[in-house]
């Protein structure tokens, strides 16, 4: 079970990061990946660690956000500098299989203020 923490309130141009724990251990997990959804839009992946271990990001976010694991403690984060108004969502972490079968965990509210 993952489950997404760290959200906020926090105006434009501020930081946040986003942590994401794993009921188990997280060395197992290959792929994972943040998403978010705003009021009206579809869910769409923020980013993503692949099986191979790169580490993707959407266009909108790249150079803003750094995802990153640290297994020791069976987590994974979303530094997410650089807000903007439109980066307001809920986010979540999930695994591309259980995204793919529209299973979600708790998500947490991040809203940026202009």
């Known amino acids: 079970q993952l489950q997404a923490s760290g959200g906020g309130s926090v105006q434009a141009g501020g930081s946040l990061r986003l942590s994401c724990a794993a009921s188990?251990?997280?060395?197992?997990?290959?792929?994972i990946g943040w998403y978010r959804q705003a009021p009206g839009k579809q869910r769409e992946l923020v980013a993503a660690?692949?099986?191979?271990?790169?580490?993707n990001y959407v266009a909108s976010v790249k150079g803003r956000f750094t995802m990153s694991r640290d297994n020791a403690k069976n987590t994974v984060f979303l530094q997410m500098n650089s807000l903007k108004p439109e980066d307001t969502a809920v986010y979540y972490c999930?695994?591309?299989?259980?995204?793919?079968?529209?299973?979600w965990g708790q998500g947490t509210q991040v809203t940026v203020s202009s």
């Open positions: 188990g251990s997280t060395a197992s997990i290959k792929a």
């Open positions: 999930n695994l591309p299989i259980l995204a793919g079968v529209n299973y």
């Open positions: 660690i692949t099986s191979d271990g790169s580490i």
